[in-house]
């Protein structure tokens, strides 16, 4: 389920483990289009890849997803992340 996998994709950001985080993170968004915070991870992991572009796609993403559903805490963090790509 998402919050399981978000879990898993979370703890897998934390020990940098990008592919396996990218695995967890992407299962998130295909069962729960609006899991916002799912979008920070998932930047974070395609950033450590060095794929910067799909870590900026999916916190464009995630800030409209984060502001329709009124999570400013991601929706910020995922500006800040943005402004330091």
Do not use: F, R
């Amino acid at each position: 389920d998402a919050l399981a996998n978000y879990g898993l994709g979370s703890i897998a950001v934390e020990k940098q483990d990008w592919n396996k985080a990218i695995m967890h993170l992407e299962k998130v968004l295909k069962s729960d289009v609006n899991y916002s915070v799912a979008y920070l991870a998932l930047g974070k992991a395609y950033k450590g890849l060095g794929q910067k572009e799909q870590a900026a796609t999916k916190w464009k993403d995630g800030i409209v997803i984060a502001a329709k559903k009124g999570d400013l805490m991601p929706a910020n963090q995922m500006q800040y992340e943005l402004q330091n790509l």
